[in-house]
């Protein structure tokens, strides 16, 4: 069983940074591939980036591609995303989510993990 605790949203202008956090509970969190995912009132969840346990192999959304970065600390078995040049339609819940087992894929599709924090809520005004 994995635990995952989001913090770190909250109200931005647009144009502005905010910086993400995934606290999780496993002790073999430095042998996961980590995502994010995001999702909007009234549409469907979406990939937003994933890191490899070593946090050598990244992948991102085209959406984000150049404004997000993902990282990961293993000592503080904590995923970070890092957020900059905010734009509205970035507002949505974001999630971070693992399958909770050894793999160093990086996976994009939610049906693919297993594990899911609670969300924490992102809004950018214009």
């Known amino acids: 069983q994995v635990q995952l605790v989001e913090s770190g949203g909250g109200l931005v202008q647009a144009g502005g940074s905010l910086r993400l956090s995934c606290a999780a509970s496993a002790r073999t969190f430095n042998k996961y591939t980590m995502g994010w995912f995001r999702q909007a009132p009234g549409k469907e969840r979406e990939f937003v980036a994933a890191i490899s346990w070593s946090g050598a192999s990244t992948t991102y959304a085209d959406s984000v591609k150049g404004r997000f970065t993902i990282s990961r600390d293993n000592a503080k078995n904590t995923v970070y995303l890092q957020m900059n040049s905010l734009k509205p339609e970035d507002t949505a819940v974001y999630y971070c989510?693992?399958?909770?087992?050894?793999?160093?894929?990086?996976?994009?599709?939610?049906?693919?993990?297993?594990?899911w924090g609670q969300g924490t809520q992102v809004t950018v005004s214009s």
């Open positions: 989510a693992t399958r909770g087992v050894s793999q160093n894929i990086l996976l994009t599709t939610p049906a693919n993990y297993a594990y």
